[in-house]
């Protein structure tokens, strides 16, 4: 039977504008128009507050201020932009090595096999938006669905701080009283030819005669649009090349104290991150803790590698675990996480005979199965101890 595909597609809110108006007190529930301050230049975003407006990304700066004439325009700070984006890809990373970045602000995740680990889809989508707050202060909107044309479309059609999940064995009939604008590859020009023809929803397009797309849009175009409108999209999520971690960090929602418990919740840690590594193929070379003190929301990180890579929760909490005596537990702790580093892609798993495994290998295999068994049969199964 083959695994259920859940793809999501996280995109931030009016990014730069909410940023600005975040950093601003002064600026918030205005009009904020982000963009080049003259006359000549165009908007790079517009606040929620600007766009009934009519003001949108990509309009020129004097039309947007003709539109929206008390409106405050504050100049494009992107070097800032980019900083808070990365701590934005850096919480989506502690969920799944599995992200795609599309541009500064959005990316797709492929959370597929992970509600062991996070839960529904939607409890999925709600711990990673809550994760970007944490961090950021800044909200996004979600879309859930079974591929990445369906999940980027969905994330659009609940904005601003909102969720849409695109039902699984449903695509079709739900994209299908969208306009045919919604499709990706349908702009202006394309959008004219189609009503011409009288094509004005997705549904449309898809009871639509492939030649007779093909006459007026050209073959590679109608196919890739008549795929579209069918809800199909087979493409996978690509990882950033310059990913060179996974973590998990969890916001504790008491302050902890004391290596013992400590330890509880840096174990819980190191299980999710080397599930992690397995759902992506991949071997970790050294691990990173990481801690925020309460007192200050001081920040410290330690870090070790190992003597070989490895994807078993056992051997990661181990070193992690030692790597806790390089730091002050007797002061209150909120937030406790672990990462791995350094990391391999595993080609195809080895097969050696049981006595020509190192115990490393063993633990990996044992879990690796163990995955299997709980992907399908639920998380709550318990093996014990080991």
């Known amino acids: 039977m083959t695994r259920q595909r859940i793809i999501l597609h996280v995109d931030m809110d009016a990014f730069f504008a909410a940023v600005e108006q975040r950093d601003h007190s002064d600026l918030r529930g205005k009009p904020i128009i982000v963009g080049g301050p003259s006359q000549r230049g165009v908007v790079s975003t517009a606040s929620y507050e600007a766009r009934p407006f009519g003001v949108h990304s990509a309009l020129p700066m004097a039309q947007a201020l003709r539109r929206c004439p008390q409106a405050i325009v504050v100049p494009v700070r992107m070097r800032h932009y980019a900083a808070i984006s990365r701590q934005i890809m850096d919480v989506m990373a502690t969920f799944t090595p599995l992200m795609e970045p599309l541009s500064i602000d959005e990316a797709f995740l492929d959370m597929t096999g992970a509600e062991t680990l996070f839960g529904a889809p939607d409890a999925m989508a709600r711990s990673i938006k809550d994760a970007i707050v944490e961090r950021t202060q800044l909200t996004c909107s979600v879309g859930i669905a079974s591929n990445k044309f369906l999940a980027k479309l969905a994330s659009d059609l609940d904005k601003p701080d909102g969720i849409t999940w695109v039902p699984f064995g449903q695509e079709q009939s739900f994209i299908a009283p969208l306009a045919i604008d919604k499709l990706?590859?349908?702009?202006?020009?394309?959008?004219?030819?189609?009503?011409?023809?009288?094509l004005a929803t997705i549904g449309d397009v898809a009871t639509a005669s492939l030649s007779i797309l093909e006459g007026h849009l050209g073959a590679g175009h109608a196919a890739h649009l008549h795929a579209l409108a069918h809800a199909e999209d087979d493409r996978r999520v690509v990882p950033s090349r310059g990913r060179k971690s996974v973590g998990s960090e969890n916001t504790l929602a008491k302050d902890v104290r004391g290596r013992r418990q400590v330890e509880r919740v840096l174990r819980r840690q190191c299980e999710r991150v080397a599930r992690h590594l397995r759902r992506a193929s991949l071997r970790a070379g050294g691990i990173r803790v990481k801690l925020r003190y309460s007192r200050g929301f001081r920040l410290q990180t330690r870090q070790c590698r190992l003597p070989r890579p490895v994807d078993d929760s056992r051997t990661i909490f181990?070193?992690?675990?030692?790597?806790?005596?390089?730091?002050?537990?007797?002061?209150?702790?909120?937030?406790?996480?672990?990462?791995?580093?350094?990391l391999e892609q595993v080609d195809s798993p080895k097969q050696l005979h049981l006595f020509e495994?190192?115990?490393?290998?063993?633990?990996?295999?044992?879990e690796h199965a163990v995955d299997e068994i709980r992907d399908r049969f639920g998380d709550k199964i318990d093996f014990g101890s080991s």
């Not at 990706?184 to 009288?198: E, R, S, T």
């Open 184 to 198: 990706w590859g349908v702009g202006p020009k394309a959008a004219a030819q189609l009503k011409k023809i009288g």
């Open 318 to 342: 181990e070193l992690a675990a030692e790597l806790l005596g390089r730091f002050n537990l007797d002061q209150p702790i909120r937030l406790v996480g672990a990462a791995a580093f350094d």
């Open 357 to 366: 495994q190192t115990e490393d290998d063993q633990r990996s295999d044992l």
